[in-house]
């Protein structure tokens, strides 16, 4: 059974402006139509468009200018997946044609804590490696990835991430067979994700445990999906 919830008339409207801006082939930094002819061309209320076109403003997709109008700040993507697909956010972005980047990386040695230990199955002390990534699609904030993996399997890559963490694994030997995974929407602001200049973001927090083939934990992730570039399905079964 596929499970949708009703979107509301801003969702909608923000769908068809998206819509309309890849169309017309706008790039961050045009200028949209005034708010008379996008009602126009909508068909729809101006304050049913103001409040569209408010959250947009605050998810960072557009910016307004006093006196000027309101131009486009990052062009949203929609990728579309299953929850239950197990895909790093390098394949999921590649899959509708959009580039995967990495905006910002950071790599630091830490020591596992009696939680992190208890999750990756480590003594308490043992050295792990945080990695902190910004990953985008075609220039849009698309995830915001915090990793932390025990040092040793990290050294079994020589110390090379690359583009992906999940073909780093596979570089070692290490095929991810299945994750447990907690699922919560979150708000993330500058404070959180500088990225998002003076805006915020709604996100979806996959917090996971990933292991290998042999059952082993070999990852624990906090990955923020930004929710107006990611849409995910879920399928549930009757037991």
């Given amino acids: 059974m596929r499970l949708s919830v009703e979107r509301s008339m801003s969702d909608k409207i923000q769908e068809s402006l998206t819509s309309m801006i890849r169309e017309r082939a706008l790039k961050p930094g045009d200028q949209?139509?005034?708010e008379i002819e996008l009602c126009e061309l909508l068909g729809v209320g101006r304050s049913s468009l103001r409040e569209a076109v408010a959250q947009m403003i605050s998810h960072g997709l557009l910016s307004r200018v006093q006196g000027r109008g309101t131009f486009i700040r990052q062009i949203s993507l929609k990728l579309e997946g299953g929850l239950d697909d197990l895909m790093s956010v390098t394949d999921m972005i590649r899959s509708v044609g959009a580039i995967p980047t990495t905006c910002r990386?950071?790599?630091?040695?830490?020591?596992?804590?009696?939680?992190?230990?208890?999750k990756l199955r480590l003594g308490v002390g043992a050295d792990c490696v945080r990695i902190e990534r910004v990953r985008c699609a075609d220039d849009a904030i698309a995830a915001y990835c915090i990793d932390t993996v025990p040092k040793h399997v990290f050294d079994a890559a020589n110390g090379e991430l690359g583009e992906s963490l999940f073909a780093m694994f596979e570089r070692t030997g290490r095929r991810l067979s299945h994750t447990h995974t907690s699922i919560q929407p979150t708000i993330l602001t500058p404070r959180d994700l500088p990225e998002l200049g003076d805006g915020f973001g709604l996100f979806l927090l996959l917090d996971e445990?990933?292991?290998?083939?042999?059952?082993?934990?070999?990852?624990?992730?906090?990955?923020?999906?930004?929710?107006s570039i990611f849409k995910f399905d879920l399928v549930r079964k009757k037991r």
């Fill in 32 to 34: 949209i139509p005034t």
């Fill in 105 to 118: 990386l950071r790599m630091d040695q830490i020591k596992a804590s009696e939680n992190l230990a208890a």
């Fill in 209 to 227: 445990v990933d292991f290998d083939q042999s059952g082993e934990p070999i990852c624990y992730s906090n990955d923020y999906y930004n929710t």
